[in-house]
């Protein structure tokens, strides 16, 4: 029989789902059973024959290779089995089979087996027990286990802070023993290796499969379980591996975020992994104190009650950012099962619980050995006794997957039944049932509480920005909004043109279908948010979106719905900043409101899941509080000096918000001070005073996001996710010239970027804050040109077109106000009217027309809607094109809405393709496959030729020749092309669907 987990060896070895023979032969393929491995190859032309691999040879014979037998079918060519044959022969690494019992036999110990030594075992439970009243506080420390000598010389290497050394003295044993399975490793040995940064080659279920006992192993396990959540499994891991001699800084890091009390590790144990930021906290903590005594000067100087409500939200959001774990009892395991092998000839630690039945992992002389308990079922009669168990009065013991067991095996397997039926007779007995978990502190909310202290005091300044900034953007909105009554009823017909432009664009905000915009990134985006992990725009990010989708549904549906919602706040905003600045009464302020309402980019963006549109909120509502003319003034004269500095530091708190969100708006919120004093707001003086306040008052948190930044894109640039900076300036000035909104006519009718240069060029009051309003907006177009795609343009140049917008009414009450001076009959001012009907009709409805023509991508949102739906009323779990699925994705998104599935007693995680197998095994309800459009994608540069024809990726085209699937549903799709990036074939239509693999019969 096949041992666990060895899909990745067999595709490892048979080169992939495209490996080449001879004569036009190639493997297809492969699947693997219990007891063999059949290997599926195509001919040249479309003929099929299958190749087995088994653990020993078969009645026919066979050629024996390192995976095993090999019996190739008659009919393959010569030379084709030949190439076969090498290609198996040149394995890297042999395949691990076992022999399974035969049906009926009774396993019995040999005669002379020495007897189990009760002194021995009695002294090994002692000190497990030892150890874990230790970790918990209980009792003393027991005196430090001895490690064997290559292990402690590492041991001390790596505490003396030189882990290359470490990893030097252990590499004669660690990785050839990891390649091995059946090799054996001194005990602490991989737990000080992987401590000191040894790469284990295996995934960390693997890890735990082999090394149960090892520490380290145990924590990373317990990670892995604690983020799928499943957290009483956790809690057994780490009880598990602080039975351990060995200490680990680790485990007890992960006992806390699960809310056991344990204390801290002595001084010699394994250190904590370096923190992933590679910063320390105390720039974070800085700020932190920065923001807060920023508030507080705001609230005491100005009297502030917005000010004063920030400064609690943000003390309260840091507090609850990272809430203390709920209290969980330390995992109970009964005393016959702490050391249930101790005193035989296998040495194990305590039996691990795994959902439903207990394992022991034990080292045997002859390798190791794993021994499983699992509960009888009371409606039924006992299992006859077969070879390989024992039975005890409510449970089986058994050797799974041993013909011939040896005697330590046979001596281990009757220790294990003795030390199962103590503890049914103790007297709190043996349950497998998990506990029922307890209930989480928030649905859905992420736990920090092992985050490390970079990160923590990261993850409490964002939340507290993001909410004191959420509060005074909300007083800035309701005072913009005061004044649209302030003055009673519209008094003259561009104030009711005004009004009714507003009503038409919260109109369309509502009607607009929502839509996914970032070529499957938006579902990666979201489940960063869902999952707690901070994107890499900035920390500020996951505050703005994430508690809506902690609190709420975790779908891309909610941000999009927030957007509308943001996004309609931002239009008064915007409007009374121009009203403010660029637009005087009258014409100008109508026409900017009916931009604002007709233009269909706008709301096409606020539909979207794009997490520009909550910071463009913030740094607009920074910029009102900047150009606020209602501070109050001392009789006469100007506002003093404690109300200009309130209005400077409530607007720092905005701004610096709003750059924790979006890396370019760091470089906006740096102009901003120039940009006050350039658009002559506010006297000379006063508008120095409040700019300096303003750069002084956000600079620590732009300087922490400006580190950040920086960090996170030289690690994409290493990953190569992120292209180097080349020349910034020339990228800068190319989106400036026509790489922006306004120059594409898909996104912006041509009539508005005239309407803008009119503004700019005509002479007129406002022509001075116009200029200095669009220099602050095209700076902030070119500060997103590092890795700027068109598909991104709308999201990313939204806050600058919402700035220009008033420039561009300016400059229609100009060009009318030029036109009617040469001619002002009423069918001239018809007729200029007419004119810019027809040339804003025609360039807004072709900009409708291009933002909302069908895509392959809206295709494959309504593809998994509708899987979604069906999983969700049937339960199982999911297999689908994955980044860890051939070939390598490379720069071939491949994020999927996995947060649509919830996970629950009948479902389960995602799989990928290539462990679909895998599922099988393990997924206790159906088992789905969702082959969508992903399965044609394929990033190549934009020199690169288009693939002719349709065809999909191999490993997609093999799941789809499989004769176990039944189809749920299935469509031919129309191949819409590319939407920003180069990834589908030329040719369509595009089959996909959903599937159920049908199981055998047991």
Not at 344 to 371: K, N
Not at 383 to 400: F, K, W
Not at 879 to 895: Q, S
């Amino acid at each position: 029989m096949l041992s666990p987990g060895q899909d990745a060896l067999v595709r490892e070895a048979v080169g992939g789902a495209e490996g080449a023979l001879e004569g036009g032969w190639r493997i297809a393929g492969f699947a693997i059973a219990r007891d063999r491995v059949e290997l599926r190859l195509a001919g040249p032309e479309g003929e099929g024959l299958t190749a087995v691999l088994r653990g020993a040879a078969g009645a026919g014979g066979g050629e024996q290779t390192p995976l095993g037998w090999l019996e190739a079918p008659d009919a393959l060519p010569e030379g084709a089995a030949r190439a076969l044959l090498a290609r198996l022969r040149a394995a890297p690494r042999p395949l691990a089979w076992r022999e399974e019992p035969a049906e009926g036999a009774r396993l019995e110990a040999p005669a002379d087996a020495p007897p189990p030594d009760p002194v021995a075992r009695e002294a090994a439970t002692r000190e497990v027990g030892a150890r874990w009243a230790a970790r918990r506080g209980e009792a003393p420390p027991p005196p430090e286990a001895p490690l064997e000598p290559p292990v402690a010389s590492a041991l001390d290497a790596l505490l003396a802070g030189d882990a290359a050394a470490a990893r030097a003295s252990l590499e004669p044993l660690v990785p050839d023993a990891l390649r091995d399975e059946a090799s054996a490793l001194a005990p602490g040995a991989l737990s000080v290796w992987l401590a000191a940064g040894g790469d284990a080659g295996l995934t960390v279920h693997a890890l735990g499969e082999r090394f149960p006992d090892e520490p380290r192993v145990a924590a990373l396990v317990a990670a892995s379980l604690r983020a799928d959540d499943d957290l009483t499994a956790a809690a057994d891991w780490v009880a598990h591996g602080l039975s351990a001699p060995l200490d680990d800084a680790l485990l007890v890091s992960e006992a806390r975020a699960l809310g056991l009390d344990v204390v801290s590790p002595p001084a010699r144990a394994l250190p904590l992994p370096p923190s992933p930021e590679g910063h320390p906290a105390w720039p974070w903590q800085l700020a932190g104190v920065a923001l807060a005594l920023t508030l507080l000067l705001a609230a005491l100087r100005h009297r502030s009650a917005s000010a004063l409500l920030a400064l609690l939200a943000a003390g309260l959001a840091a507090w609850l950012a990272l809430p203390p774990p709920a209290a969980r009892p330390f995992p109970e395991l009964p005393r016959a099962l702490w050391a249930p092998l101790a005193g035989g000839p296998c040495h194990s630690g305590p039996a691990l619980r795994e959902r439903s039945a207990l394992r022991v992992r034990a080292r045997c002389p002859e390798g190791p050995l794993t021994l499983s308990v699992a509960a009888l079922d009371p409606s039924r009669p006992p299992p006859p006794p077969s070879l390989g168990q024992r039975l005890t009065a409510h449970h089986r013991v058994s050797l799974p997957g041993l013909r011939r067991p040896s005697p330590p095996a046979l001596q281990s397997l009757a220790l294990l039944a003795a030390a199962v039926a103590a503890a049914e007779a103790s007297p709190g007995g043996l349950s497998l049932a998990s506990p029922a978990e307890p209930p989480p502190p928030s649905l859905g909310r992420p736990s920090f509480a092992d985050a490390p202290p970079a990160l923590r005091a990261e993850l409490r300044l964002g939340a507290a920005a993001v909410a004191a900034a959420l509060v005074l953007a909300l007083a800035t909105l309701a005072r913009t909004l005061a004044t649209f009554s302030r003055h009673g009823p519209p008094r003259d017909p561009a104030e009711w043109a005004t009004l009714l432009a507003f009503a038409a664009a919260a109109l369309a905000h509502a009607l607009v279908p929502p839509h996914m915009i970032m070529v499957y990134g938006g579902y990666g985006l979201v489940s960063d948010l869902a999952t707690g992990t901070i994107p890499r725009y900035g920390v500020g990010a996951l505050f703005a979106y994430g508690p809506l989708l902690w609190l709420g549904a975790a779908d891309h549906a909610t941000l999009q719905a927030a957007n509308r919602l943001l996004g309609l706040a931002c239009l008064p905003l915007a409007w009374q900043l121009g009203c403010r600045l660029v637009a005087p009464p009258g014409l100008a302020r109508a026409a900017a409101a009916w931009l604002f309402a007709l233009l269909p980019v706008i709301a096409f963006d606020h539909a979207s899941e794009s997490i520009v549109v909550f910071p463009t909120f913030l740094a607009l509502a920074g910029l009102c509080r900047l150009t606020d003319p209602t501070a109050p003034r001392t009789a006469g004269g100007p506002a003093p000096p404690s109300a200009t500095d309130a209005r400077a530091l409530v607007a720092a708190v905005l701004l610096g918000a709003a750059a924790l969100c979006r890396p370019e708006i760091l470089i906006a919120a740096a102009l901003v001070p120039l940009w006050l004093v350039a658009t002559g707001a506010l006297p000379t003086r006063q508008a120095r005073r409040v700019a300096l306040v303003t750069a002084l008052a956000s600079l620590p948190l732009l300087a922490v996001q400006l580190a950040q930044a920086l960090a996170r894109s030289a690690a994409l640039q290493a990953e190569g996710a992120l292209p180097g900076l080349g020349s910034p300036l020339a990228g800068a000035l190319a989106v400036v010239l026509h790489r922006n909104i306004l120059t594409r006519p898909d996104f912006t009718p041509p009539l508005v970027g005239l309407l803008v240069l009119a503004g700019l060029l005509y002479r007129s009051p406002q022509r001075r804050a116009a200029l200095a309003t669009a220099a602050l907006a095209f700076a902030w177009m070119a500060a997103t040109a590092v890795d700027l795609v068109d598909i991104s343009i709308p999201r990313l140049h939204m806050p600058a077109l919402l700035l220009l917008i008033p420039v561009a009414g300016l400059g229609l009450a100009e060009l009318r106000a030029r036109w009617l001076t040469h001619d002002p009959r009423p069918a001239s001012r018809a007729a200029f009217a007419a004119l810019l009907v027809v040339l804003f009709t025609a360039g807004a409805g072709w900009s409708a027309w291009r933002l909302q023509r069908p895509s392959n991508e809206d295709a494959e949102e309504r593809f998994w809607r509708d899987v979604a739906a069906v999983v969700q009323r049937t339960g199982g779990c999911v297999a689908t094109l994955d980044y860890p699925d051939p070939p390598v994705a490379g720069k071939t998104p491949r994020f999927v809405p996995a947060y649509l599935f919830p996970e629950g007693p009948d479902r389960h995680p995602f799989y990928p393709l290539s462990e679909l197998d895998r599922a099988l095994a393990r997924c206790p309800g159906p088992v789905h496959v969702a082959l969508g459009l992903r399965c044609y994608a394929a990033y190549r540069e934009a020199e690169d030729p288009v693939p002719p024809g349709r065809e999909p990726l191999p490993i997609c085209r093999d799941v789809w020749r499989r004769a176990d699937l039944e189809p749920v549903f299935e469509r031919e799709l129309p191949n819409r092309g590319d939407l920003g990036f180069e990834l589908y074939p030329a040719g369509g239509p595009l089959r996909v669907g959903l599937y159920r693999v049908s199981r055998p019969r047991r």
